[in-house]
Every structure is written in structure tokens, then in C-alpha cells.
């Protein structure tokens, strides 16, 4: 090369304002327009741009409205430069003035938020008047988000296929690092005041990736191991589920008469007993059911991932240490002795169940249970109706061995309370019993270690679910958190024709500022308009179209005939203490039409009006019913008399 080019990054707005600097123009609008508005203005009146400028704002403190283009303008090329040259008549550019230091930081909205950020800058050669550089057919211009760490330091944003974003520390924050994510710019061209034509480089700034940037890891993220997915995956098979089977357990013993504090009934111990009596049996029906659920689940986690576990549940021992605890936890997980007897669970379960169904003999342990559940795990699933109703080919097992039940005591009883406490004392008997299982939880963890040491492990790698690989990368990003996160932005451009001699040419940082969340408090309000129905009567919802389909099979259909039947009343008693708590009466009514041949599903047609209605008067309903908790009724809703809106016009 004959000449050395050097390239230079000067702001969006260097050439309608002084001074000339490498620092890109943050510019802010407020319309979903803004692309039109953008082009309108470069072509009209560039020298207006600096008054799009980013300045901190919220709702209660909004900016100045973007300012809209002219609404019409000439049609000839002629008139369009007259009107354009007597706008720029005494156009000068100026030193701005500085603003006094704002109160709240820049901090930029999203799209949601009816707000719209675009970075900008131009690349010129350093020649005198700075003209625009010409750029090859390889050439390649973008912008790097930077996030700003304690020290004045940089973190450069790296994403590689299939994996999550990680926030790489820069040691020289001149360069893009490798891997480093390019966001887009777009040229536009325009004619600046000067009378030169010009070349804008800009790029939407993705405000609403607020998430993937704020919660990405500072430190490159430890790929998950086999023991970690299968971790992950036993707590989502049957750890997770069992603390739900706990939690609806205790729920159905408060609901029912434990007593509560400061309350005048809450000696009232003969009406309690009878509540109890009445309620307990039918709720403890229904965690039985789920408890054989459960145990299939687990009993064909076991067989998937950790055989050699699986194959000793019937008996027999193993060599390897952890595998072995696992099966000494699971046959210690009994009922107290007080309960292996069919007459311990008489008043437990309704009197439906059959004396079979409540023996505990043959299947005293989670162990026993585990391999007593795989002989008729087929025969369950095929079950159609719930438990105690007769199935039609008699699936349901022939032993009792309840996960969770509540009792007339006011107990929390499982197998689970033969295992040793992990931590202290516990003031909450949900929080006892999930301490419990913690116990479990480990032996489990202990056991797949040992498996994937060992390779006995099953062959078959599970999914681990995405929240789990979410809670290990939150984990890490929050360890150092410092709040909100700081970004600036800067452009970079790498050409294509000359090697390593020349690196890529980076702009300075752009103005620091804030990406807002979702739900930030300080969003600004995109108006959100919803009409419902202006005639409500019958006589104007009879004429709107039933154009939303529903199709129900045959045991969908059975059980929303049978949920029609409650009414509201019934809800709300079913939720409230003693002594107005009511217990649900559904009775089982099987699939539509009967079983066999004979049953069908069907396929409802709904109106989409009366629906919007519904939801917004639940929506009041609910909101006031937890106003109990959140107190927040007096922030929910304003409403404004607008008179004349009549749903029948006279």
C-alpha cells in the first residue's frame, strides 16, 4: 500500500455539533415509527439531531416527546432543498451547554415500554474534514456491548452456538474478543449541514434482552456432568413431586381443623375432631392414589438410571458403599409400628377402600413398595377413574403405603419420619418433613456419584430441565452482585484487505448506562387499550359468534361435567378455616357417554366476548381475595367517569 489510511470512530452527532468526538450518540424514541422518524429527520433536518439524545427518564419524570417530522413536506427535489436550506439559514455548530448532573441514572426501556434506543456513529478517514470511509465488499462494521466492572474494567459479551451468553473480562478493551457477540448496523446515508454528504452507521440497541445479559455468568460456565443431569433429573421425578404430596397433606390438615391462633373457635376441640372425621378421609383417598403415582415414577427412574439399585430392591446386597446406603435409607423409610396394622388405617382412608387396600403387611417400607409397585404398574395406568371407585379391570394395588397423610391427631405422618433430621429444629411440620427427605435426597446424590464413577450408570443421558441448569448459572452470576449492571456500547470496524498489520478500529465507550427490566419500576406506560362489549345484555351478547373451539376426549369431557356441578359457593367454602370450610362433593362420573364403545369426546364452541368478560371479572374477584395478603387493592385500579359511553344508545 502506497498510503496508510487510518480510520477513526466519531459520534452520531459530530457534524451538526461541536465538539468532534469518538464517542457514539445514544438516541432515544418514543413511537413504534422511529425507523421513519430516524430517516425523516436525517433527510429534512440533521441538525435537530441531538435533541433524540438519551437523557435519563421515568414514568413519573418522563423526557421530552421525540420530535415528530414535518407532516407535509414538498414533493419536488427543488422545494425539499429550499425548505431544507432556509431551516439551515444561521445554523452553527455549538459547544452544548452543559446539563446539570441528573438525578436518575440513563437508564434504557424497552420496546414494551413504547421506547426505542438506536446507537450511532460514522467512520471516516483521518483527513482533513474527516471524510466518510468507503468500506470494502468484506469489511465489517458492528457494535460490542461492553459490561462495565468494578475498576474502570470491561466484560465483553460471548456467545458460541448452543451455549448460554457468559460475560468474558476484557484485558485490553481496544480489541473484540473472540467469540465476542457483533450486534448489527445499518448504514444511512444523509447530506450534513456542511452541504457533504455523509454516512451514518447505526444499530438498535436490544434493551429488551434485558435477562440474558443481566443473569449471564461472569466466569465461562462449567458445562453440566451426567451426575448433574441425573441430579436434576431425580428431583423433577420424584423429590420435588413427594414435597408436593407434603405440602397438599398439611394444607388439607389446616383446612380442616388444626387450630389457629387468636381465633374464638379455636377451642372448640369436639367440632374440630368432627370436621376432621369428615374431611380426612376423602383427601387421604386422593394422596394414596398420587403416592402410587409417584412410586412408579420412581421405581422406573431407578430401572432407567441407577440399575444396580433397581435390581436389589427385592432383596440381596451390593458392593459399592453409596449404592448400598441408598437401599438401607429406602428400607428404613417405614410407617411407625403403630401403623402396620390394617385396623391403624381404618379411619384414614374412606370407607370405600377396601381391608386389602389398607394392609401394610406384605409391603412395610419404600423399599417393598418400590418393588411391590412395578407388578401392577401396567394394570394402574390403564385406570380411568378415580381411587376408591372400582377400576374396570381392579388396578389398583392391594396395599396401602401412603407417601403423606394427615390424621385426626393433627399429625403430618409419611415413611419419611424414620429418617434422621439434617438440620435443627423446625417451627413449621412442612418444613420438618421436607427436612426429612433431604436425608433421601442425599443417599441419592451420594449413589449417582458413584454410579457415573464406576460406569453402571444407565446408558441413556436425561434431559436435565432447563430450570435446574438456570438455578446453577443464577447461583453463580449473583455470588459477586454488586446491583443493577452498567453498559456502554461501542462500534468497531475490521477490514478485510489488510491482515494483522491494521486490527480492528474501536470507538470509545458510549455514555454508561442501565438496561431495564420487564417489569421495571420505572418504565414508562405504553397505553394498553382492551375494549370489552358495550352492550351486555342478552340481547346484544346473543349476537356475537361462537368462533373458539375446544376439543375434549371422552375422560376430559366426563371431568368437566363433573367440575360444572360446583358452584362458586362451593370454592370459596372449600378454601376457607373451620368452622365454614366445606368440603368438595364431586361425585365420579367416568368418561362421556360411559366407558367402552360407547364413549365419546366432544368439541366446544365458546364465545371469545363473553370469555374477555369473564376473566376480567375473575380477575377483580381473585385480586380482592388476595388483597388478605398483598394489601394491594388501593394500587390496582383507577377508573375515570367518561359520560356519554352507553352500551345502548337511546
Known sequence: MSAKHVLRWVGGQSFVAAPVNAVPTLLRFDSDD????????????????????????????????????????????????????????????????????????????????????????????????????????????GMLLRRLLPGAREAGFVKRPGQPGRWQPLADARQPLPGEEWLSVFP?????????????????????????????????????????????????????????????????????????????WSNDTAARAEALKLALPAANDQLQESSWRLLQDMNEWLAAHLPEVHARLGGGTTARGAAQQLLLKLAAASFLPVRRTEAAFQNVFSSAVTAPQRSTTAVTDLRAALAAIATVSAALDQASVSFPRPPDAGAWPTFAFPLAIATASGVLEGPFTR?????????????????????????????????????????????????????????????????????????VHQRCDCGPLHPAVMSDPSEAFELAGFFDVDAPLRPIRIALPFDTSPGG??????????????????????????????????????????????????PCGGSGASSFGTICSLSIPIITIVAFILLIVIATLLDLIFRWLPFLMVCFPVPGLKGKKP
Open 541 to 590: 351478547l346473543r349476537k356475537y359468534g361462537k368462533n373458539s373451539a375446544f376439543i375434549m376426549s371422552d375422560l376430559l369431557c366426563g371431568q368437566m361435567k363433573r367440575v360444572r356441578r360446583l358452584g362458586f359457593g362451593d370454592l370459596v367454602l372449600s378454601v376457607l378455616p373451620w368452622p365454614f370450610h366445606k368440603d368438595l362433593s364431586v361425585p365420579d362420573g367416568g
Open 188 to 264: 444511512l446515508a444523509y447530506t450534513s449541514p456542511d452541504g457533504q454528504p455523509r454516512k451514518l452507521l447505526a444499530g438498535l440497541i436490544p434493551a429488551a434482552r434485558h435477562d440474558d445479559f443481566r443473569f449471564a455468568p461472569l466466569q465461562p460456565p462449567t458445562p453440566p456432568t451426567v451426575a448433574d443431569d441425573l441430579k436434576a433429573s431425580a428431583r423433577m421425578a420424584f423429590i420435588a413431586p413427594w414435597q408436593g404430596l407434603i405440602e397438599r397433606a398439611r394444607a388439607t390438615r389446616d383446612a380442616t381443623g388444626q387450630p389457629q391462633v387468636n381465633t374464638p
Open 419 to 491: 429418617w434422621p433430621h439434617v438440620g435443627s429444629a423446625f417451627d413449621d411440620i412442612q418444613d420438618e418433613a421436607n427436612d426429612h427427605l433431604l436425608v433421601l435426597q442425599a443417599a441419592l446424590d451420594a449413589a449417582i456419584d458413584e454410579a457415573v464413577a464406576a460406569g453402571v450408570a444407565g446408558t441413556a443421558r436425561p434431559q436435565a430441565p432447563d430450570a435446574a441448569r438456570l438455578a446453577r448459572e443464577l447461583e453463580a452470576t449473583l455470588k459477586d452482585d454488586a446491583g443493577p449492571p452498567r453498559y456502554v456500547l461501542r462500534f
Open 34 to 141: 422511529f425507523m421513519d422518524r430516524l430517516l425523516a429527520v436525517l433527510a429534512e433536518a440533521p441538525q435537530t439531531l441531538p435533541s433524540f439524545a438519551a437523557r435519563p427518564e421515568s414514568w413519573q419524570q418522563l423526557g421530552e416527546p421525540t420530535p415528530a417530522p414535518a407532516l407535509a413536506a414538498p414533493t419536488s427535489a427543488p422545494a425539499r432543498a429550499l425548505v431544507r436550506q432556509r431551516g439551515l439559514l444561521g445554523f452553527k455548530r455549538t459547544v452544548p451547554v452543559p446539563a446539570p448532573a441528573p438525578v436518575l441514572p440513563l437508564k434504557l426501556f424497552q420496546p414494551v415500554h413504547q421506547r426505542f434506543y438506536v446507537a450511532a456513529a460514522h467512520l471516516v478517514c483521518e483527513l482533513p474534514g474527516l471524510p466518510t470511509r468507503t468500506t470494502a465488499g468484506g469489511d465489517r462494521s
